[in-house]
C-alpha cells in the first residue's frame, strides 16, 4: 500500500507557543490530504481537507486562524498549531488520498503524538 | 454524522474467523464501504473496500449483502496482531472519511 509519513512523531511544547506537524506522501503524489485530530478513547475527528495550492476547508467549529495548514506541493502538508494551549495536546494524524496496490483510498500516517505543558 | 452501526465490542480466539459486522442501510448508490483498523497509538490501517461485490485480499474478505444495507469483514485466522479498533465507513472515493465509533476487537489466546 502508499505510505504516509509524519513529523515528529511525538512533541512537547510549552503553552503559548507554535507547533508545525508535517505529513508526506512518500510513493505517490496526493492532490488530496487530510487532517484528524483523536483523544484518548475516542474515534478520529476530521479537521480539515487540504487541497494541493488551494486554501484548505476546515470542518465546522474547527479555528482555521488556530490550526494552519500548507499544502505546497502534491507530496506535502504541513499543520501548524499556533499559540498552543494544554486543551490543543492530542493525537493529530493526517491522511494523503491515492493508489496503492491497485486501490485509490486513503492512506494514513502514524501520528504525531502533541502535549502542551 | 458516521452513517454506520457497529457493536462496541467483539471477542475472538486466536486462529479462529474473526465477523466484523456494519449495518449501512442508508447507503448511496454511488458508497463505497470501507474499512480501517486502528491498531493503539497508531494511524488507521486501510483494510479492504467494496462496492457491491465481495471483496478479497491478502488481510480479509469483504462480504456485502444484495440490497447493500449491511456488510462483514472477515479475517480469516485472527491473531493476536489482529487486535484493533474496526471502523467500517460508507462514502464515495472522492469524499472525506468520517470515522464513527468502530467495533473494539480483542483477540485472545
Known amino acids: 500500500g502508499a505510505v504516509v509519513s509524519q513529523h515528529p512523531s511525538r512533541v512537547i511544547c510549552k503553552s503559548g507557543t507554535s507547533v508545525k506537524i508535517e505529513c508526506r506522501s512518500l510513493?505517490?503524489?496526493?492532490?488530496?490530504m487530510f487532517w484528524y485530530r483523536q483523544f484518548p478513547k475516542k474515534s478520529l475527528m476530521l479537521m480539515a481537507t487540504?487541497?494541493?495550492?488551494?486554501?484548505?476547508t476546515y470542518e465546522q467549529g474547527v479555528e482555521k486562524d488556530k490550526f494552519l495548514i500548507n499544502h505546497a506541493s502534491l507530496t506535502l502538508s504541513t499543520l501548524t498549531v499556533t499559540s498552543a494551549h494544554p486543551e490543543d495536546s492530542s493525537f493529530y494524524i493526517c491522511?494523503?488520498?491515492?493508489w496503492g496496490g491497485g486501490q485509490e483510498t486513503q492512506y494514513f500516517g502514524p501520528g504525531t503524538r502533541l502535549l502542551v505543558l | 454524522d458516521a452513517k454506520t452501526t457497529q457493536p462496541p465490542s467483539m471477542d475472538c480466539a486466536e486462529g479462529r474467523a474473526a465477523n466484523l459486522p456494519c449495518n449501512h442501510s442508508?447507503?448511496?448508490?454511488?458508497?463505497?464501504v470501507y474499512w480501517y483498523r486502528q491498531i493503539h497509538s497508531q494511524g488507521p490501517q486501510y483494510i479492504i473496500h467494496?462496492?457491491?461485490n465481495n471483496e478479497t485480499n491478502e488481510m480479509a474478505s469483504l462480504i456485502i449483502t444484495e440490497d447493500r444495507k449491511s456488510s462483514t469483514l472477515i479475517l480469516p485466522h485472527a491473531t493476536l496482531r489482529d487486535t484493533a479498533v474496526y471502523y467500517c465507513?460508507?462514502?464515495?472515493?472522492?469524499?472525506?472519511?468520517?470515522f464513527g465509533t468502530g467495533t473494539r476487537l480483542q483477540v485472545f489466546p
Open positions: 491522511s494523503a488520498r491515492g
Open positions: 442508508t447507503i448511496s448508490g454511488n458508497e463505497y
Open positions: 467494496g462496492l457491491k
Open positions: 465507513i460508507v462514502s464515495r472515493p472522492t469524499d472525506k472519511l468520517i
Open positions: 510513493d505517490f503524489q496526493a492532490t488530496t
Open positions: 487540504s487541497n494541493e495550492g488551494s486554501k484548505a
